[in-house]
């Protein structure tokens, strides 16, 4: 039922769609993409794009890291990404020189807004890193970068009124 209020579709709205052909898609594990933008150190895969799937908005897939790898610095244009850690420990790294580092673990989201030159590092030594990936566009962007990264990069914590430093407890 669609009100004023709500202008979501419904299939009324749409008598002459073929819904089997274009309504829900699932992509099996084992037919994933690999013939995407890749960055040194990391094998992508997409699982949900415009040609596999026929997204409009959205990229999603895979991303390994193997044990003690990183990947180049890069970023993803206007794209903003979503990394949600499966398996494994990430240690991210980011800004103009990736002066700035934090970690992430099973079950935990990494943001990454437009832009933001970025490093991917496996931080284990034995086992692999196993991340899903979503980006906001259908297509894959990644911008390899050149860049001079600091020695010692500076380690931020997820701060607000909610969550306090780790060093105020």
Same mark, same amino acid.
């Given at each position: 039922?669609?009100? &004023?209020?709500?202008?979501?579709? @419904?299939?009324? &709205?749409?008598?002459?769609?073929?819904?089997?052909?274009?309504?829900?898609?699932?992509?099996?594990? &084992?037919?994933? &993409?690999?013939? @995407?933008?890749? @960055?040194?150190?990391?094998?992508?895969?997409? =699982?949900?794009?415009? =040609?596999?799937?026929?997204?409009?908005?959205?990229?999603?897939?895979?991303?390994?890291?193997?044990?003690?790898?990183?990947?180049? =610095?890069?970023?993803?244009?206007?794209?903003?990404?979503?990394?949600? %850690?499966?398996?494994?420990?990430?240690?991210?790294?980011?800004?103009?020189?990736?002066?700035?580092? =934090?970690?992430?673990?099973?079950?935990?989201?990494?943001?990454?807004?437009?832009?933001?030159?970025?490093?991917?590092?496996?931080?284990?030594?034995?086992?692999?890193?196993?991340?899903?990936?979503?980006?906001?566009?259908?297509?894959?962007?990644? %911008?390899?970068?050149?860049?001079?990264?600091?020695?010692?990069?500076? @380690?931020?914590?997820?701060?607000?009124?909610?969550?306090?430093?780790?060093?105020?407890?």
């Amino acid at each position: 039922m669609s009100t &004023d209020k709500d202008p979501t579709p @419904t299939p009324a &709205d749409h008598p002459k769609t073929d819904w089997r052909e274009h309504g829900v898609k699932v992509i099996k594990g &084992d037919q994933l &993409d690999t013939n @995407t933008p890749q @960055t040194p150190g990391m094998n992508r895969a997409a =699982a949900i794009n415009a =040609a596999r799937a026929g997204a409009q908005k959205l990229w999603a897939g895979t991303v390994t890291i193997h044990p003690n790898a990183k990947t180049g =610095a890069h970023h993803h244009g206007a794209l903003e990404s979503v990394i949600y %850690v499966v398996r494994g420990q990430a240690r991210m790294r980011w800004g103009e020189h990736l002066e700035y580092t =934090a970690e992430a673990g099973p079950g935990d989201f990494i943001f990454v807004p437009p832009y933001v030159p970025h490093q991917e590092i496996n931080a284990s030594t034995d086992d692999p890193l196993e991340c899903v990936l979503v980006r906001s566009d259908n297509e894959a962007v990644v %911008v390899n970068l050149n860049i001079d990264a600091v020695e010692q990069p500076e @380690t931020v914590y997820w701060v607000d009124p909610i969550h306090k430093h780790p060093h105020d407890h």
